[in-house]
């Protein structure tokens, strides 16, 4: 991470915005490493952090004009660009799992906690209208992360049983979340 601090953000990104090049490397500078740092834990390549991070540099400037704070813009971007690879990435078995870890990242303005509290109430809701029996099922899958073999033997149920009704809690809160946002719908999904 840069040492430095930046001279005058608003100066600065108006310089940006006139396309001042060395004010735009200053921002490079300072915000690229801990950009990169940031990528590359919460993804299992680091050349893949670095191209995501090029790419948060490369649209900051073509969109330089409409950047109203430079450190908010690029970490909101950055967040969107790793949600948008992790998805794209989601059959490698190394994204897979992080898709729910980075819909559920606090984001860096107030829109990620009304997206949690809208995932919440969603899932709530959801997991509410199941029957009895499918949620007592689910919800020992999800939040006590039980096996298969393990709900089955705790419940003295068959393993198929365990599985049919895991798929129909799934496909009910899928169909509940049918309007709901993409975070709610990622989370369901994995």
């Known amino acids: 991470m840069a040492i430095f601090s930046l001279p005058n953000e608003t100066e600065l990104l108006r310089l940006v915005a006139e396309g001042d090049e060395r004010a735009f490397l200053k921002v490079y500078d300072h915000y690229g490493p801990a950009l990169l740092n940031y990528a590359a834990s919460r993804l299992a390549d680091a ?12 649209k900051f400037w073509t969109s330089r004009e409409n950047v109203q704070e ?9 967040r969107h660009r790793l949600i948008d690879f992790v998805r794209r990435n989601a059959t490698r078995t ?3 799992d992080m898709i729910q870890a980075l819909a559920s990242e606090p984001e860096y303005n107030m829109e990620s906690e009304l997206d949690a509290k809208e995932l919440q109430r969603t899932i709530d809701a959801a997991v509410a209208q199941l029957s009895e029996r499918t949620r007592s099922i689910y919800e020992l899958s999800r939040a006590e992360n039980l096996s298969i073999s393990e709900i089955a033997a705790r419940l003295g149920i068959s393993e198929q049983t ?3 009704q895991i798929t129909l ?3 009910q809160l899928r169909a509940a979340a049918s309007g709901a946002s993409l975070l709610v719908i990622l989370y369901l999904l994995y």
């Open 47 to 58: 050349d893949d952090a670095a191209d995501l991070v090029h790419d948060v540099f490369l």
């Open 70 to 78: 430079i450190k908010p813009y690029l970490y909101a971007l950055l």
């Open 94 to 96: 190394i994204y897979a």
């Open 162 to 164: 365990v599985k049919n």
């Open 169 to 171: 809690a799934k496909n």
